[in-house]
């Protein structure tokens, strides 16, 4: 079956330390997202992709850093810049423009 | 900019009532719009879509929408509440330009009484 796989689905983080978070869609999308989930916030726009090899910045990038050196592959970075990382994060991919998004099913970042 | 509206945060009813979700859009030109719904510890469903096409939307689990541009609303009902309709629901909007990015709104808690 197509879909998304997030890894790992809980992961922990010690201070000053980064950490990755795996993303990989099998839909053939060319888009892809990264989305950070607060109780009460909704989700807000970490960085998206429409183009393998380019990325750009969304709402609240600080503290996060992406790559995209293949079409299925979509990690996203923690970075011990990220002052308060503990959330939901949701990663998306959509095809065509007019298409919604589809989501994987998150991991949880908790900091020891 | 566009943005989303959901009032309130959390929505209860009974098993067998009503279910009524509002959302308000703001967007010079009418958008794109969705509703997505979560459950515990899962990602995001799309329920329904409304991409210029029908004004009123059907979409998965007896769920509907409708499109009011006077209004700039797409609320969500559905007729009868199932206990496994408890979750939280995301109205989403999305330009009809280039730009792909999706905003999202806080989200309703629906829960259901039996």
């Known amino acids: 079956d197509g879909g998304i796989t997030q890894s790992p689905k809980y992961l922990f983080r010690k201070e000053g330390q980064n950490v990755t978070l795996s993303c990989e869609q099998n839909?053939?999308?060319?888009?892809m997202y990264w989305y950070r989930q607060d109780p009460g916030q909704g989700l807000r726009l970490i960085y998206y992709?429409?183009?393998?090899?380019?990325?750009q910045k969304g709402d609240i990038a600080e503290g996060y850093s992406v790559s995209r050196e293949k079409k299925e592959s979509f990690p996203l970075t923690v970075t011990s810049a990220q002052k308060n990382p503990t959330a939901f994060y949701l990663c998306?991919?959509?095809?065509?423009?007019?298409?919604?998004?589809?989501f994987g099913d998150g991991t949880r970042l908790s900091i020891l | 900019a566009q943005s989303v509206t959901q009032l309130g945060s959390h929505v209860s009813v009974s098993e067998g009532a009503l279910v009524l979700l509002r959302c308000n859009y703001s967007?010079?030109?009418?958008?794109?719009l969705f509703w997505y719904v979560q459950y515990p510890n899962q990602g995001l469903q799309l329920l329904l879509k409304?991409?210029?096409?029908?004004?009123l939307v059907k979409g998965i689990n007896g769920f509907e929408a409708e499109f009011k541009k006077s209004e700039t609303s797409f609320h969500l009902t559905k007729p009868s509440a199932h206990m496994s309709d408890a979750a939280e629901y995301f109205c989403?909007?999305?330009?009809?330009?280039?730009?792909?990015?999706?905003?999202f709104g806080k989200g309703i808690t629906l829960s259901v009484r039996p």
């Open positions: 992709s429409q183009i393998v090899n380019d990325f």
């Open positions: 409304y991409t210029s096409a029908a004004t």
């Open positions: 989403a909007v999305r330009p009809t330009g280039a730009n792909s990015k999706l905003t």
């Open positions: 998306a991919s959509s095809g065509d423009r007019n298409q919604p998004q589809h």
């Open positions: 839909l053939n999308h060319d888009a």
């Open positions: 967007s010079s030109v009418p958008p794109y």
